[in-house]
């Protein structure tokens, strides 16, 4: 994990939702990867998320690349599974410094996950590359996936199984996502960008709230490439994250 | 994908109904594979598109062969799935320099094709040969397979999961079909060519269409080989795609 | 196939329902592999058809063998599935010139058997074998199983996933299995015997209009090893088969 | 199968339950593998019928070890499935002389089955032992389970798939389990011990005729092992099996 | 099993709650891995067992290893299934002596598991770690899952199926507690520690019983870890286990 960390925190950009949620998520601007692959350079973003078929298009190395192997459309009723689709051999010879894996705890087929990922977190430590669970916790069985004793064990899920890093929606307060936090044990924890957020600063509060709570980072897409000035926004989050200002500090730099 | 190109479009002739709807869709004389590669090779199409049957009793290399790797019948009632009938190696051995895979978004077995396909792309790149998607949304999920949110999401699908060129349905207009070229991003976009369109006018509107929102060109079967003069059909939109003209330039061709 | 022909037709002697129905379709004594053996060597049929159990014990080799290498007992209930249970190797080490698959097209497992049998031919040429799809369109989606459009859909599906050569049920006429012929393209068709006929001559002109309709021959069982003078029936068939005689003139064979 | 035959007849000892069915089928004294071990030596059984557990532990090559190679426990409710759960390689390694699996054939699950044994049958022979099938026809599809044309049928289903010893359940008359000695052609029969018999001579009687029928053997657990005096009761059984003396004369030894 | 025992006794620290129950299961000191490893280490367990993730980043070689290689969450719904998410090979190079899998016989999964459970049987031996099955009958078909029958199945499954240890739930009382472990045969029999008991005593009452009745030993997590001296509650076991005394000899240490 070492390559995506500065000041032992993170600040990844994530863009994967092209396959997640269709180009709904995109305007004119922000569909285009190129854009993405400059806006992640120029944030000085310590990685960027990308399915295979970004990263063998448009990914050019001025960023460590987070490969997600596994992925689905959002077309599909029932419960959520997500195979991969891109080997982990094929991830580091396209340059990856991590594999990316979706674990959907709670679905019915949480089981395939938890085995896959089981091979590919051996996989690409076998080739020197960190593995990063995204673990969101969803299904029949799941009624409120940003519950805190939800959230911990979604962070805890990322621990047992193995993983470098975990992805986790926020709880909503500092207290709660502490507890995950420390569920999470050695695994570092990276808040889930999420949806858009009303405003500017309820994101950032969040993202601060993570911090406090001892997150390592922030994996963050739409509330960077949909805002209005994106290069300002991943300003704004490295002062936050990387340099540890205050909600306000940041705002100001 | 060059070997398909010719002023960067492609003229591709589709022939797979065969197994995807079997001979309903023939008449006597369009049944015969041998008529299909004689017209692809008189009317100078840019690419075939066999399963390996054909391929494998018809195909003479002078035309570039797409390989269809997986495919199924319409007799089959429930959520479509489409597994893999061709190895890769095998489809090389034949003279592909295509492999084209079916993905039906949407469908309760999506994941089942989107990691078969992952498989697919990975293994066509290292043997030095093209991997195109069809990318048909089905299933209970989907109301409306043409909406074009729906096919913008199928053209960025292909986008995500690395194909060379993805094959998607009309959205019916210019300016839609538009968002779902610029959602493909470096992945060239072929349109569907369907059923056979009410009239000759109708159908190449619709090509015109899709070209002028920035598509590659056209993969077609039925409105070509159905057509009472198949050879004619194939100039007019050899004009069309290839060289660029109206409608009524290319009528008149 | 070459081993298989004789004028350019074959006529193969089935004998693979002791797992398909099981014995109440035998007699004491067609239920002995060893007769079925002799018979086949002194009808001088072309090919006799086993599952290895029979090959494996009884086999002898005057006779060219089509190992059937999927199956399936008649006591399951629900959409047909029917799976590989004898490797290609194995059916090549026994002495086999030829794999026999069934695939139950319409059945919402038929997505299992076209992928089985598409890795199944590719290893069967790879040993100089031929690959012979027995195609039964079944399952709930199916409402006529011989019904014109559908045994010329089966056959053109054995084309499409390169069999050399399909079994299909005969649509009862001349003129629609002419049309199954021509979707089988240069795919090899035979006609699947059936159920002991009510009467020789009716099943003898089945035969004769299959041939007519331009079949290469005919893979009978029940209609020859049920009839009472079964050796008797092989010279007609034979007449009618390989020396293209009418129905009357075989029958004064 | 010529290791666990004398005078062409073949008696096993079989000990398969502790799985199957649980403990509840055993004593203070048969709960013990040991116990069966003794009793097989002593007893002098051609056979003995182990799970791989068993067999690790206690086996000591006294008697030759037929190696159960799938199982399930009786407490899943559904559809039978039994998936292998010792390799063949271990088998043999182990010093089995034979595998043994069970296919459930009509329930939902058969086709898995089938395949499974497919293929251990293959692996099997190539390292020199014999392929035993238990065939139990069950599921929702079977409403009698000892009618004469099932188990006729599970008999050739053995002989269709390659077993060289079939286990299957007695008919209840000597006249119908002929017809399915009849229809397993080459591959031995046995017949399954079954449920402690209502008393010793209703068994010996059972066991009597499955050999008039032709049956080469008995594959007995609870009636040898349930009985108050084990021993006498194989004493019993090698007369009648392997001495094949008459139920009385049998009794008498 | 030799490197888990003294005095042919052993006592185990579980820990493999994070993954199979989430967070709930900890408080601010026991939610910590270091912590547990600690405590292994000063109560002087003879194993401690983790899932891979936590072994990978807090195991230290001081306590033999136990790499449990299957788990779940409790978040899905149904008939339970755990897979395999770390290789027996890894296990091997984390520095587990031994291999944990959970297999819940009676869920309508039970074939997968018993599947997996036997090939990773195998490959542990190969590696010399021995192979320890969790059986907890559970599912739709199990009302009581301590019931004595259904605990004395479990273990029994253990023996069959080749476990060198199984660790099996209570039944309540010695004697039929003897029963299972007789039905275990060779294989020893681990008492499942369970759910924090209402008062120390009753616990230690429970372990001493399991001992009475034969049991090889206790793995036991939250009574340990949940305990408010869990120091102190790893001397009273050892006691209680390794020295085998009294209760209240134990209570005395």
């Known amino acids: 994990m070492a390559v995506f960390l500065e000041n ?5 950009l994530a863009y994967d939702q092209g396959l997640e949620h269709g180009p709904t998520d995109f305007n004119e601007r922000n569909v285009d990867p190129a854009f993405i692959m400059e806006l992640a350079a120029a944030g000085r973003f310590n990685g960027v998320v ?3 078929g970004l990263a063998e298009k448009y990914y050019d190395g001025r960023v460590p690349l987070v490969l997600k192997v ?8 029932g419960e959520p599974v997500s195979r991969q689709i891109c080997s982990v051999d094929h991830a580091s010879k ?18 395939i996950m938890l085995e896959e990922f089981g ?3 051996e996989e690409a430590h076998k080739l020197k590359m960190a593995a990063i669970a995204w673990i969101y916790p969803r299904g029949e069985a799941i009624k409120n996936d940003t519950a805190p004793e939800i959230i911990a064990y979604a962070a805890r899920t990322g621990l047992e199984v193995g993983a470098d890093a975990v992805k986790i929606k926020y709880t909503g307060d500092v207290e709660s996502f502490k507890w995950a936090v420390r569920s999470a044990g050695k695994t570092r924890v990276f808040m889930s960008g999420g949806p858009k957020a009303p405003s500017e600063a309820d994101f950032l509060k969040q993202v601060r709230g993570c911090l406090d709570a001892g997150a390592a980072g922030v994996a963050v897409g739409r509330n960077v490439w949909q805002s209005l000035d994106p290069l300002r926004m991943a300003r704004v989050l490295r002062s936050l994250v990387i340099e540890d200002r205050s909600v306000e500090e940041a705002l100001r730099a």
């Open 94 to 111: 396209i340059g990856a410094k991590a594999v990316g894996y979706t674990i959907y705890a709670g679905s019915a087929h949480e089981s």
């Open 119 to 121: 091979r590919i977190q």
């Open 50 to 52: 990308f399915q295979k």
């Open 8 to 12: 032992n925190r993170g600040l990844l």
């Open 70 to 77: 596994n992925g689905k459309t959002n077309l599909v009723k």
